[in-house]
């Protein structure tokens, strides 16, 4: 199986902020990597699929980038609304794994 | 307008069986790949299973495999989750969500709101 190691484990920033969350897989999964924002009691919400494609409705301030084992997600401008907790996952090989998540909180 | 409701959750004792329901609106589940998520409470994602587009090929999370089992009826739009044998692990909040289809790399664009299953004596 694939692990995926995701970091940090929490962010804390302000609004206006650049950041940057990172995941590593432990064997290539070329660019079949997913990141997903999930806000409390809700479903989550595809942000990037395929590593940097952006999900139709998406703000452009997210972007992802990365192929093979690594992979980064970065908010260019952090508002309000984007606090939450992000996971990545990756879709190359069952069982499709999911990082640990990183919950990003307002400073 | 896609549209994915999960019902059939509730409170069960280890050892029996549980079927959730996910009825699907605005496509077919027979041209999507689909697949199952849960989160246990206060906890991460984790991804259960997945049914190919032709229904052919079913695919587990170890934590699962043998126990549970992944169907769709196509004539009712609906996806189903067998859940036999459960445990209090299996206690989580459980999602349906739209695969891929052909051609198209985009998965996971789509999820229900969640049906809770708890586990409990």
């Known amino acids: 199986d694939t692990q995926i190691i995701q970091s940090p484990s929490s962010l804390s920033a302000s609004v206006g902020d650049r950041v940057t969350i990172t995941c590593r897989a432990s064997?290539?999964?070329?660019?079949?990597l997913n990141w997903f924002q999930q806000k409390p009691g809700k479903a989550p919400k595809l942000l990037i699929y395929t590593a940097s494609s952006l999900q139709s409705g998406v703000p452009s301030r997210f972007s992802g980038s990365g192929s093979g084992t690594d992979f980064t997600l970065t908010i260019s401008s952090l508002q309000p609304e984007d606090f939450a907790i992000y996971y990545c996952q990756q879709s190359y090989s069952t069982p499709y794994t999911f990082g640990q998540g990183t919950k990003l909180e307002i400073k | 307008q896609v549209q994915l409701v999960e019902s059939g959750g509730g409170v069960v004792q280890p050892g029996r069986s549980l079927r959730l329901s996910c009825a699907v609106s605005g496509f077919s589940v027979g041209t999507y790949t689909m697949h199952w998520v849960r989160q246990a409470p206060g906890k991460g994602l984790e991804w259960v299973t997945l049914?190919?587009?032709?229904?052919?090929?079913?695919y587990y999370a170890d934590s699962v495999k043998g126990r549970f089992t992944i169907s769709r009826d196509i004539s009712r739009n609906t996806l189903y989750l067998q859940l036999n044998s459960l445990t209090v692990d299996d206690t989580a909040l459980y999602y349906c969500?739209?695969?891929?289809?052909?051609?198209?790399?985009?998965?996971?664009?789509?999820w229900g709101q969640g049906t809770l299953v708890t586990v409990s004596s």
């Open positions: 064997q290539t999964i070329s660019i079949y």
């Open positions: 049914m190919s587009i032709d229904g052919s090929a079913k």
């Open positions: 969500a739209r695969g891929e289809m052909p051609t198209i790399d985009v998965e996971f664009d789509y």
